[in-house]
């Protein structure tokens, strides 16, 4: 409460500063923007673009960024000569007890801290030219949608007393126009063949509303085509609309203009010269260009398949693999699409800062062109760190780092081979645990495959082979697992959008060094355990020995042989017992796991700076499939082995879809769902590092990792996992001040038991519709520091329903003392 209290009173403070104290007589803050389109009034976010004057931001209703301006003082001194006059006893003192040079310092403390504030945002006051062009600006953009009859007025509301003022647009689009007869004129004979045979469509339709976007659309599709079909000369310049305004009946007809020559410079004067059609005589690739070097003589050069390949020091690239990253060969016609496949495909090697293609014709007016590629190489050797803080309801706090080095180029064919070491290290209710693990990975940028299946895939795809083996070994984390892997990964980009990825001997080996400290580990079971043998010895202090006595008390108690008809008189702390032993063995048990997995993405995301896209992914894997093909051995708790290794035999889906949504000043929604399953097969279990968990500061953040389900069940262990997982998220992410943004979230979901296995309470099961109401729900907000290369962030998480209370689950422990605090490293999706 008293937390609360102080919040309160934070808000009350805010909310009593006065947003208008810098704001001189005669002036107005920008209150507001309203929009009324034909009568009607409306938010227009469509037209914030559009509009030069906005109100400041606020957080919750509040300017806070302008209240930290007004803390600032524009009268007070900017120098510290300034400050040492206007405060010479504070001046002098310090000068005295230290030197001038502390003086110096201790003005300009309080200088930058006044102009600190002042950095921050300052009041929006109200411009009468800037809303004349924001007028202007909106009567533009209706006529670029067709209603060049429109009017933009504006009106401003001044508050004298509280200094504030409102605008009000008033737009009336009226009727908008719509295109009649469409004429193509294109006075180039070869032009107008290319185009003929093309049979592309027009965007331009008769019977449409005009837009100036369609008009733009159309004119991109025509030199696209053109440039597609050797025209090296056209440009958008070439072209050109005639729509006839002359109509009074709200159409037009257009006429769609193509010269019949180009322009084209000499020495000074312009001179019309013919469209051609220009084919590639020479392709040039020097693979070691440098601004410095550009005038030296070439020492190394060879020829291979019509491309040379030259070098100022010695060639140090295999012509026979990079030029399958070139596409322009000579005596093929120009295109662009080949010139930005071969940009693209050379940059996507990570082997080269800068891939600049230049063509020159062989002479004037020639129609052969000479293809020159300049590649600057980036450095043989780069070092690399990563490190990442950690928290959970296991781990009270970690850190963990990976240091690698990369050596580019290492077989001479663009692959990339990389190095990396990893280490961490915890702090948990058990102790202090630590982990240390190393992995090696050759990327090669085309397919290594046998029986020429390489050829499936063609090379504008940018095909890629990864290999992959490493090991990592643990201490005091879980039961100490050491892991050794080996991957093989086949990855190409089918279109610019979407990729496809297929992981074949993606093999993992699990062992457990010390599955004695079990117990240890996982308290909460062993504390049930001594329910269970309290009751069977009839001995309420009863507390078994570790490891030896509780491992074999689980085994007389599952024996019905052995138990003295313990099922029949003690139903509920059998299968306690029972469930108890499940997750022993599967936990401590050491896997082969052995997956084949295809992954297919989509990413309509144009670039980082493109805040409006949506994403897809779908990742479809099995394991043990091939393996157990090969063996038939089954050890003594019935799993069928490899080499006396357990394999995991199960098939696992994993869908997932992010949407993000520009919604204007600065913000963006975000939305994110992902639904998984795993389904085992052959009396296989699930190994624990392939279950699904829920929590954390990536997943439902009002509870910790591993924290949350299965179900409605509250079981209190360390660990909860589950074979079926849904999670959904929704965020609002805002700007704040500087650097700093903000984020108001959402999160939802839960993991549910699907294997059907009689070891599971019926609360963990998923049973179907029914099981909605076990879905969790979290809510909070976050603040994120923004540092350009990365994103600090601070996530609060507050229990919103709770499906494994009794009663009322809405907002029982929504408060502080029960809301988990996550930090990571960038965006949780």
């Known amino acids: 409460m008293k937390k609360l209290s102080l919040y309160f009173l934070i808000l009350l403070f805010l909310a009593s500063c006065n947003s208008t104290e810098h704001v001189i007589e005669g002036e107005h803050m920008l209150k507001k923007n309203i929009f009324f389109i034909d009568s009607t009034k409306t938010k227009a976010t469509d037209l914030q673009k559009y509009i030069l004057q906005k109100p400041n931001a606020t957080i919750l209703g509040l300017p806070v960024g302008l209240y930290f301006h007004?803390?600032?003082?524009?009268?007070?001194?900017?120098?510290?000569?300034?400050?040492?006059?206007?405060?010479?006893?504070?001046?002098?003192?310090?000068?005295?007890?230290f030197s001038e040079k502390q003086s110096i310092a201790y003005a300009n403390s309080f200088i930058n801290l006044n102009q600190w504030f002042l950095d921050y945002?300052?009041?929006?006051?109200?411009?009468?030219?800037?809303?004349?062009?924001?007028?202007?600006?909106?009567?533009?953009?209706?006529?670029?949608?067709?209603?060049?009859?429109?009017?933009?007025?504006?009106?401003?509301?001044?508050?004298?007393?509280?200094?504030?003022?409102?605008?009000?647009?008033?737009?009336?689009?009226?009727?908008?126009?719509?295109?009649?007869?469409?004429?193509?004129?294109?006075?180039?004979?070869?032009?107008?063949s290319i185009y003929k045979n093309s049979g592309l469509e027009s965007l331009?339709?008769?019977?449409?509303?005009?837009?100036?976007?369609?008009?733009?659309?159309?004119?991109?599709?025509?030199?696209k085509l053109f440039r597609n079909n050797g025209i090296y000369h056209f440009t958008d310049s070439s072209l050109g609309f005639y729509v006839d305004s002359t109509r009074t009946d709200f159409k037009t007809n257009v006429d769609f203009l193509m010269s019949a020559n180009r322009l084209e410079e000499v020495d000074g004067n312009y001179i019309e010269k013919p469209y051609k059609v220009h084919k590639i005589k020479e392709v040039n690739v020097i693979t070691d260009y440098t601004f410095i070097k550009k005038s030296d003589s070439i020492q190394s050069s060879v020829s291979f398949n019509g491309i040379n390949f030259m070098a100022y020091d010695k060639l140090r690239y295999n012509p026979k693999y990079l030029s399958q990253s070139i596409f322009l060969r000579p005596n093929t016609i120009y295109k662009d699409t080949l010139r930005n496949l071969t940009r693209t495909n050379l940059k996507s090697l990570k082997n080269f800062k800068t891939a600049n293609i230049k063509f020159t014709p062989v002479y004037d007016d020639s129609e052969e062109l000479i293809m020159d590629i300049y590649l600057s190489?980036?450095?043989?050797?780069?070092?690399?760190?990563?490190?990442?803080?950690?928290?959970?309801?296991?781990?009270?706090?970690?850190?963990?780092?990976?240091?690698?080095?990369?050596?580019?180029?290492?077989?001479?064919?663009?692959?990339?081979?990389?190095?990396?070491?990893?280490?961490?290290w915890f702090n948990s209710n058990t102790g202090p645990g630590w982990e240390i693990g190393t992995d090696a990975s050759l990327e090669v940028p085309r397919f290594l495959a046998p029986f020429s299946l390489s050829k499936l895939v063609p090379k504008e795809m940018s095909p890629r082979t990864l290999f992959s083996i490493g090991s990592s070994f643990q201490k005091n984390i879980g039961l100490d697992r050491q892991t050794f892997t080996f991957l093989t990964d086949y990855k190409w980009q089918y279109n610019p959008k979407k990729t496809i990825q297929l992981e074949i001997f993606n093999t993992q080996y699990i062992q457990n060094l010390n599955v004695d400290s079990f117990f240890n580990i996982y308290n909460s079971e062993y504390q049930n355990l001594n329910e269970v043998a309290q009751a069977f010895y009839s001995d309420p202090n009863r507390v078994l020995n570790l490891p030896e006595e509780a491992i074999s008390f689980m085994g007389l108690i599952a024996d019905n042989n052995r138990n003295n008809n313990f099922q029949n008189t003690n139903p509920?702390?059998?299968?306690?017992?029972?469930?108890?032993?499940?997750?022993?063995?599967?936990?401590?048990?050491?896997?082969?796991?052995?997956?084949?997995?295809?992954?297919?993405?989509?990413?309509?995301?144009?670039?980082?700076?493109?805040?409006?896209?949506?994403f897809f992914k779908i990742r479809v894997a099995n394991s043990g499939n091939i393996f157990s093909l090969f063996s038939k051995d089954i050890n003594q708790n019935g799993k069928k082995t490899f080499l006396n290794i357990p394999l995991a035999q199960y098939f696992k889906t994993d869908i997932e879809y992010k949407k993000f949504w520009d919604v204007g000043y600065n913000s963006v929604f975000a939305f994110?769902?992902?639904?998984?399953?795993?389904?085992?097969?052959?009396?296989?279990?699930?190994?624990?590092?392939?279950?699904?968990?829920?929590?954390?500061?990536?997943?439902?953040?009002?509870?910790?990792?591993?924290?949350?389900?299965?179900?409605?069940?509250?079981?209190?262990?360390?660990?909860?996992?589950?074979?079926?997982?849904?999670?959904t998220s929704a965020e609002y992410r805002f700007n704040v001040i500087g650097k700093l943004k903000g984020a108001l979230f959402v999160d939802a979901g839960n993991i549910w038991d699907i294997s059907g296995s009689s070891f599971i309470e019926d609360d963990a099961k998923f049973k179907g519709l029914s099981s909605i109401e076990e879905i969790a729900i979290g809510s909070g907000f976050g603040a994120r520091i923004d540092f350009n290369f990365l994103i600090l962030r601070l996530d609060v998480g507050f229990k919103t329903y709770e499906p494994y209370l009794s009663g009322n689950r809405w907002f029982r422990n929504y408060n502080f003392n029960n809301a988990v605090y996550n930090i990571g490293i960038n965006y949780p999706f």
Do not use: C, M
């Open 204 to 223: 331009l339709k008769k019977g449409n509303q005009y837009k100036d976007q369609t008009f733009r659309n159309e004119a991109s599709n025509v030199v």
């Open 70 to 97: 007004n803390l600032g003082n524009h009268d007070k001194p900017k120098t510290p000569t300034e400050w040492a006059q206007k405060n010479p006893r504070s001046y002098d003192f310090v000068k005295k007890i």
């Open 377 to 424: 190489p980036l450095e043989k050797y780069t070092l690399g760190f990563e490190s990442e803080l950690t928290h959970s309801n296991i781990r009270n706090l970690g850190v963990s780092g990976k240091f690698s080095i990369t050596n580019r180029n290492a077989f001479r064919g663009a692959e990339l081979l990389k190095l990396s070491f990893l280490g961490s």
């Open 572 to 614: 509920e702390l059998y299968n306690t017992n029972l469930n108890i032993l499940n997750r022993y063995n599967i936990i401590t048990s050491d896997f082969l796991i052995p997956i084949l997995a295809y992954t297919f993405t989509y990413n309509n995301q144009s670039d980082f700076k493109d805040t409006s896209f949506s």
């Open 121 to 192: 945002d300052q009041p929006e006051i109200v411009s009468v030219s800037k809303v004349k062009k924001t007028e202007d600006n909106l009567a533009a953009y209706y006529k670029t949608q067709g209603y060049f009859k429109s009017t933009v007025k504006s009106e401003i509301i001044r508050d004298s007393i509280e200094k504030k003022a409102t605008i009000i647009y008033n737009i009336i689009k009226g009727k908008p126009t719509i295109l009649d007869t469409i004429n193509f004129k294109i006075e180039s004979p070869v032009l107008d």
């Open 672 to 727: 994110r769902a992902f639904l998984g399953s795993i389904i085992a097969y052959d009396n296989s279990d699930i190994p624990f590092t392939k279950s699904y968990f829920a929590g954390g500061s990536n997943d439902i953040r009002a509870w910790q990792t591993y924290e949350l389900g299965p179900g409605s069940r509250n079981t209190g262990l360390e660990f909860n996992v589950g074979s079926l997982k849904f999670l």
